[in-house]
């Protein structure tokens, strides 16, 4: 199986500050970038969180990069630009986004994460707690949900439109009850 490489995952860089509604692609298996690629060649704004997958074989290291949220790639732009998505032929389902204001905020909470250097780890499904809103430090304003383990806490940040949760670590005493 190859190796990944990090490839384009944000095009424009102001894709928070355009007007256009979101959309969101439900891609066929492992077609992420290829649609990212598509939709670059054909200057459609779109989104494609990616994280650093480290993976050891016969004694080597290899680095990889793969989609934050597997199978997902968040698009904005009118009928227009859904037809030319379309017509990448990789596209299982185009998902409507009913509270584009919600999806946009939790998009740019993942996007400052990662400007941030947050290591995202993904998670295969929501997990119960309280929510919080983070007081202080470079976290300060996010809310979410904690995850109590055995030697950390962590910051459940959700992409609610499609059940998908990341988590990022925070200390303890940057916390505090949410009201949501």
Known sequence: MPLLAKET??????????????????????????????LLENSIPFYLPQIEKT?????????????????????????????RALRSNVIAS????????????ELRQIRELQLMGASL???????????????????????GVVVRTAKRDRLLISISLLRKTVAVEFPQTAVRKSRR
């Open 9 to 38: 995952e944000i095009a424009p860089e102001t894709i928070f500050d355009l007007s256009e509604p979101w959309s969101v692609a439900h891609v066929r298996s492992r077609q992420e970038k290829v649609l990212a690629r598509h």
């Open 55 to 83: 993976t050891a074989r016969a004694g080597r290291r290899f680095v990889s990069w793969v989609p934050l949220f597997g199978g997902y790639v968040f698009f904005r732009g009118g009928r227009d630009a859904r037809q």
């Open 94 to 105: 185009l998902i409507d986004v009913q509270d584009q204001e919600r999806l946009d905020r």
């Open 121 to 143: 780890i993904p998670l295969p499904e929501f997990a119960a707690g309280d929510a919080v809103k983070i007081d202080e430090g470079a976290f300060a304003g996010y809310e």
